[in-house]
């Protein structure tokens, strides 16, 4: 995904109010910026660290700048914007680049499912073939030794995403779980237990009852974001 407008540099100051980031812009004026992360963004928000932001020209817009990529702990940049992820897996699945999800003919985006009143991410359908269900979750904290972990809080969300994709399973549909990898620095990913117990049986159970568990690192900069490769998955 080539980004028709880069996204500009800055220096992280902070986050808090957990929707809203400080920024030291170029000129040396102090920003506030839009956070688009509902996670704990733990390892990730460095004072005084490289970043970059987006812009919008929507009036409607409080905060007209987005914070998008930010060099994390280990050095390493990762795309906080998690609703990117989304926009990465589609892309993919478009051009056939996702090798387990080739076999669909349409692709359908936010669409209402399950008993808990729910949207999942896409899904996917094609001739002979049962519908597929994806749900995309994207994953942003990393430790030095490579290992990345999901979630970085406990969600009750993202539990609740784990039924649904069971109930799926069981009225004989494919369900999947695809783990979008948006730091550089990971090269494995396996479920954050200490951070989240209820998600981590959760997704036991998931995988036990058939849910299909994938993850794609995505190679990110300031003027592109690609999902390139599949990672090593220890659940």
Known sequence: MKLEHPFKPAIFLRRYKRFLADLQMASGEVVTVHCPNTGAMTHCMVAGSPCW??????TKRKYAHTLELITTSTGHLACINSSRAN????EAIAQQLIKELTA???IKAEVKYGGEDSRVGFLLSGANRADCYVEVKSVT???KCGQGLFPDAPSKRGTKHLRELIAMVRQRHRA???FCVQHQGISRLSVATQIDPDYSQALTEAINA???VLAYKAEVSNSELTLVAPLECLF
């Open 87 to 90: 926009a990465l897996v589609e």
């Open 176 to 178: 999947v779980l695809l």
């Open 141 to 143: 904290l990393g430790l």
């Open 53 to 58: 932001y987006s812009s919008s020209n929507s």
């Open 210 to 212: 058939g849910v299909e």
């Open 104 to 106: 669909y003919d349409a």
